[in-house]
Structure formats: C-alpha cells, structure tokens
C-alpha cells in the first residue's frame, strides 16, 4: 500500500504559528545589538559565541582601522553591564540575552617597555612609560617593580634572561636591556611560602612559615608588616603589632646583608607607616597611629612625613585625618599641650633614651652584631641565596618534593636560564612506591595545564583582595541534618571537593572567589543577578572538568 504523495503546509503570515525549521533557527541562534561610534547594527549569533569572535565580526562590519606600532597599541573592547569582556568568556555564561545591547570602544595603550616575571606570584609585570626608562638606574627600577609588587625593596633581586644580577648603583644600559625584555625577580630561599602568605593576609601562613633564626625572623616580621600596611591586610598589621614590630621602624635589610648596609637601598629606610599612606591605607593608618602618636613624625629617605605623603599622592581621605590628627590636642594631667609639640617633646625623651643605651654598651657593642658563624653577604663576592627556591626544598631535597603554592605558580625550574641549570645539579627522584600509567599521568597533567592557561594570571592577581569569603568553620558541634538527607551525602560532597581539587590544581574555594570576583565586575547589574553570573561560571568550568578525560 502507497501513500499519496502530500506537499508540507505553506507558512502564512496571518497565522500566529511558524514553520518548525523556523522555530529551530530562532532557538539555536539570539540578535544582540552592538553599539559603536553612535551606530547600532544588529547581530544574530548562537549562545556560546564567544567574545573574541564578536570583535571580530564588529571589526569586519564597522570598518575598524587599528594602529599597531612600537609605541602604543589599539584594541577593541565590549562592554556588558559595567564590565568589560573578555576573548574567551561566552555570551550566556556572562547573562547577556537575546536583546542585549553592547557597547564596543575602541582604546589604546602604551605598550610596556619591559616586563618583569614575579616568581613569588606567577604573573608578569609590565613596565609601562616611555624608552627613556631604558637609560635608568637599577634603584629606580627596583622602586617601580615594588610598588606595583607590593614587595619591600630588601626581599627580592632582579636578573636579566641570562642570569646576570642587576646592582642598584648600575645602569640598565650597562646590562643591555632592550625594549620589551622581560627581567626576573626572586627572593631569599625559602621565602616563596611566607610572602605569598603576606600577600594575601593570612596570619597562619605566615606564622607558620617564619624562620628559626631570630635575626632573620624579626626582619621577615617587618616586612610582613609592610606589605601588610600596603595592601591593607588589618588582621595581620594588628597581629604584627602584638608581636612587637613598630610602624616608625624602616624595613631594613636582611641580616645576611648587614655588611652592605651603607650601600643598601634608598627605600630600605621607608617604614610602614609611609606605605600606607602612599597606597591610601586610612584603617591602617589608624590602626598604627592610635597604636604610637609618634608616627605622626616619622620621616621617610626623603624627609617626608605621613601628611606630605598623603598630599603629594593625592589621598583625601588620608591627609584629612593626618591633619585633624596633627591640629588636636592632647589632654595630660593638669594641662594639654599641641600635638606637635608633643611629639616633639617625645622624639627628645626617646632620642635620649638612646643615647643613654648607647654610653652604657659603648664598650661591649659593635656597629655590627654578627657572630661568629653568621652568613654574610657581599655584592659581588659571594653567591647571592635569592633564587626562589621553596621551604620544602631546602628542608627536604632528597624526596624531591615541590612547594604546595597557595596560588597556581608557574614551574620556576622551566624558566631558569642555562646557567643556572648547568651551574645546580638535580636532585634524585624516587619512584613511587605505586604503579602509575604514563599515558594516564599524562593525561592529568594536561588537565591542569588547560585549566591554567584558561585562566589570566593579571584576573588572578585583582582577585587577590577584591572579594573575601567567611573563615572556614572549624566547629566541631554537630549540625542538625535535614529531613530526608542521606547519610552518606557528606562523604559525597567531600569527594566531590576532592576530586575538583585533583584535576583542577585549584581548590574550591579559590575557583568560588576567581568566578565571584569576574561577576562582581558587572557594576550595573544587581546583586543577585551577579551571582547567577558567578554561578553559571562554577558549572561550566566544573562540566569542562568532567569532559576531560581523566
């Protein structure tokens, strides 16, 4: 038995109902609108379309013309609820629906003229100015990169690609940098750990991470103190301050170093206090003047204090409270006196109190307090122990076990020079005691490599303080459990976290504060939408993590 041969339906416009292919069409694809130079064209593109390919299909469709010579570079840029976009990110993964307008711009940027690879965090530093910072010091340098670093000018060396060490009384010319060459910095063995602990603000890890010699101890609190001041870490500038280290004290220099104390730094001299005023710190500023009113006074190298700090930076906030502090009187018993005056009565009493501390143990000090057995250091003379090699490393060599980062790190052993390879033996490695596959180790590692390079180490970097998530609850009362809930739904959820952490080589909660800081940059959208942003970012990267194989 055939069937007759019947035509499908012909569509009619009159009709509220559409073909089925047509239907299909509409769902599979959605019409933005790009707004550019006060034009707006519509585009019809899938969900998943990515960034980078919108750019392209606007630079194609309004004629964009970019500049790219040595100097500056243009780029296009879209913009979405506030935020701007990047290449790889997808149009549903960051909310933008059918209907959406987004902006697109065109802007520019001076190209760095040198980079510097921080092995302490991972990510590269651009130097930006004019070919003029080719022909200055090594010093000046050295200021540029801890400023944007975050890092004391002790801490840290800077070397060229070849491994040549940078001295601070030399030129860059006499080492021959050339534009766009990328320099490295390190820092004191075992050191890794403590300041990237620092950097963050945790108080455990930079307890735990201390050094056994009190020398060494005491500065490395300092410097936790300044890079505290810095980035405005509270909890720690206040643990810091219990401890016994002092806003008005400069950083100084590491022991190792005490021989080259007469040519150290000029920024050696700088004290915490400084710092925050220069990074527009007010809680920390707060948090050290009410601690000693004798901050108020203290003089940086150029013989600046806190308030002219503050006014030649430009922080409002800061030098209104500096003034109000220094215009205040202070109530003693029976009188009260102008702040300046005493706290020029107090630098007498303590400049005193120094010098009398100085007559009685003028016969058994010395202008150095090193002992025999001590490490000294000497520009030049001796192997300089900055080469950023971790904790772990120095105390346990011959297991050939690497430093657990708290951030993804880059491995250093790749970007070491030949020089440095052919000059450090390698340590033995011992087998595992388990039989693993090649192929399938492969494999993992290749995991996390992809999840590495999807993510932008400069993203990492502004994710660092711009959103904080509650301490973790180490109570141990138990909760009650909800109607229905399985028993076993606590070990399901502790391998899921586990298993994330395999193949992610980050821990839940650092993707929670990377994905939460990314949709926080959506400013014209409203909370609770940016944290459906927030969340659809967790899911897909989760689902990328179970389409890997593994």
């Given at each position: 038995?055939t069937?007759?041969?019947?035509?499908?339906?012909?569509?009619?416009?009159?009709?509220?109902?559409?073909?089925?292919?047509?239907?299909?069409?509409?769902?599979?694809?959605?019409?933005?609108?790009?707004?550019?130079?006060?034009s707006?064209?519509?585009?019809?593109?899938?969900?998943?379309?990515t960034?980078?390919?919108?750019?392209?299909?606007?630079?194609?469709?309004?004629?964009?013309?970019?500049?790219?010579?040595?100097?500056?570079?243009?780029?296009?840029?879209?913009?979405?609820?506030?935020?701007?976009?990047?290449?790889?990110?997808?149009?549903?993964?960051?909310?933008?629906?059918?209907?959406?307008?987004?902006?697109?711009l065109?802007?520019?940027?001076?190209?760095?003229?040198m980079?510097?690879?921080?092995?302490?965090?991972?990510?590269?530093?651009?130097?930006?100015?004019?070919?003029?910072?080719?022909?200055?010091?090594?010093?000046?340098?050295?200021?540029?990169?801890?400023?944007?670093?975050?890092?004391?000018?002790s801490?840290?060396?800077?070397?060229?690609?070849?491994?040549?060490?940078?001295?601070?009384?030399?030129?860059?010319?006499?080492?021959?940098?050339?534009?766009?060459?990328?320099?490295?910095?390190?820092?004191?063995?075992?050191?890794?750990?403590?300041?990237?602990?620092?950097?963050?603000?945790?108080?455990?890890?930079v307890?735990?991470?201390?050094?056994?010699?009190?020398?060494?101890?005491?500065?490395?609190?300092?410097?936790?103190?300044?890079?505290?001041?810095?980035l405005?870490?509270?909890?720690?500038?206040?643990?810091?301050?219990k401890?016994?280290?002092?806003?008005?004290?400069?950083?100084?220099?590491h022991?190792?170093?005490?021989?080259?104390?007469?040519?150290a730094?000029?920024?050696?001299?700088?004290?915490?206090?400084?710092?925050?005023?220069?990074?527009s710190?007010?809680?920390?500023?707060?948090?050290?003047?009410?601690?000693?009113?004798?901050?108020?006074?203290?003089?940086?190298?150029?013989?600046?204090?806190?308030?002219?700090v503050?006014?030649?930076c430009?922080?409002?906030?800061?030098?209104?409270?500096?003034?109000?502090?220094?215009?205040?009187?202070?109530?003693?018993?029976?009188?009260?006196?102008?702040?300046?005056?005493?706290?020029?009565?107090?630098?007498?009493?303590?400049?005193?109190?120094?010098?009398?501390?100085?007559?009685?143990?003028?016969?058994?000090?010395?202008?150095?307090?090193?002992?025999?057995?001590?490490?000294?250091l000497?520009?030049?003379?001796?192997?300089?122990?900055?080469?950023?090699k971790?904790?772990?490393?120095?105390?346990?060599?011959?297991?050939?076990?690497k430093?657990?980062?708290?951030?993804?790190?880059?491995?250093?052993?790749?970007?070491?020079?030949?020089?440095?390879?052919?000059?450090?033996?390698?340590?033995?490695?011992?087998p595992?005691l388990?039989?693993?596959?090649?192929?399938?180790?492969?494999?993992?590692?290749?995991?996390?490599?992809?999840?590495?390079?999807?993510?932008?180490?400069e993203?990492?970097?502004?994710?660092?303080?711009?959103?904080?998530?509650?301490?973790?609850?180490?109570?141990?009362?138990?909760?009650?459990?909800?109607?229905?809930?399985?028993?076993?739904s606590?070990?399901?959820?502790?391998?899921?976290?586990?298993s994330?952490?395999?193949?992610?080589?980050?821990?839940?909660?650092?993707?929670?504060?990377?994905?939460?800081?990314?949709?926080?940059?959506f400013?014209?959208?409203?909370?609770?939408?940016?944290?459906?942003?927030?969340?659809?970012?967790?899911?897909?990267?989760?689902?990328?993590?179970?389409?890997?194989?593994?």
């Amino acid at each position: 038995m055939t069937l007759p041969l019947t035509h499908p339906p012909l569509f009619n416009p009159s009709t509220t109902e559409e073909p089925p292919n047509r239907r299909r069409v509409d769902v599979l694809t959605m019409r933005v609108f790009i707004c550019f130079e006060g034009s707006c064209e519509p585009f019809d593109v899938p969900p998943d379309q990515t960034v980078g390919a919108m750019k392209q299909m606007a630079k194609d469709n309004f004629l964009v013309q970019l500049s790219d010579d040595k100097q500056v570079q243009q780029y296009l840029e879209l913009s979405y609820g506030g935020a701007a976009l990047q290449d790889s990110w997808a149009l549903c993964d960051v909310g933008i629906t059918s209907g959406s307008a987004i902006r697109c711009l065109i802007k520019s940027e001076r190209r760095p003229v040198m980079h510097v690879f921080n092995a302490v965090t991972g990510e590269t530093l651009p130097i930006t100015g004019s070919e003029a910072l080719l022909h200055m010091s090594v010093a000046g340098l050295k200021t540029v990169v801890s400023m944007q670093s975050c890092l004391p000018v002790s801490t840290f060396r800077l070397s060229t690609p070849a491994g040549v060490q940078l001295y601070d009384c030399n030129q860059l010319q006499d080492y021959a940098i050339e534009l766009g060459t990328t320099l490295r910095l390190d820092t004191w063995d075992g050191w890794v750990e403590f300041l990237q602990g620092c950097l963050l603000g945790h108080r455990m890890t930079v307890q735990s991470h201390l050094s056994e010699k009190k020398p060494v101890m005491r500065f490395q609190l300092q410097v936790a103190l300044c890079i505290a001041a810095s980035l405005g870490h509270l909890d720690l500038a206040a643990w810091l301050l219990k401890r016994g280290m002092h806003a008005e004290e400069p950083v100084g220099v590491h022991p190792f170093r005490q021989w080259c104390n007469q040519t150290a730094h000029r920024d050696t001299r700088k004290c915490p206090i400084h710092i925050a005023a220069e990074s527009s710190q007010l809680l920390i500023l707060k948090l050290f003047i009410t601690k000693n009113l004798l901050t108020l006074s203290c003089r940086d190298p150029g013989g600046r204090d806190p308030l002219k700090v503050a006014i030649q930076c430009g922080h409002r906030d800061c030098v209104r409270y500096l003034a109000n502090k220094l215009c205040s009187l202070v109530s003693l018993p029976n009188m009260s006196l102008p702040m300046r005056l005493y706290l020029q009565i107090k630098h007498w009493v303590r400049l005193g109190q120094k010098r009398a501390i100085s007559n009685q143990c003028q016969h058994t000090s010395t202008a150095l307090k090193a002992r025999v057995g001590d490490t000294l250091l000497v520009d030049g003379f001796n192997h300089q122990n900055m080469s950023s090699k971790s904790r772990k490393a120095l105390i346990k060599p011959s297991r050939g076990i690497k430093a657990k980062a708290l951030q993804p790190l880059p491995p250093i052993s790749n970007l070491l020079s030949a020089s440095h390879l052919t000059s450090k033996r390698a340590l033995p490695q011992i087998p595992s005691l388990q039989s693993v596959n090649p192929k399938q180790k492969k494999q993992n590692q290749d995991v996390k490599s992809g999840q590495l390079d999807k993510i932008n180490i400069e993203d990492r970097s502004l994710c660092r303080g711009k959103f904080i998530l509650p301490r973790y609850s180490r109570e141990s009362i138990p909760r009650p459990v909800l109607v229905g809930a399985s028993p076993k739904s606590s070990h399901i959820l502790t391998e899921s976290l586990e298993s994330f952490s395999h193949h992610c080589a980050d821990t839940p909660r650092e993707n929670a504060i990377y994905c939460l800081t990314i949709a926080s940059t959506f400013t014209e959208k409203p909370w609770l939408k940016q944290l459906s942003i927030a969340r659809t970012l967790i899911r897909k990267r989760v689902h990328t993590l179970a389409e890997c194989p593994s």
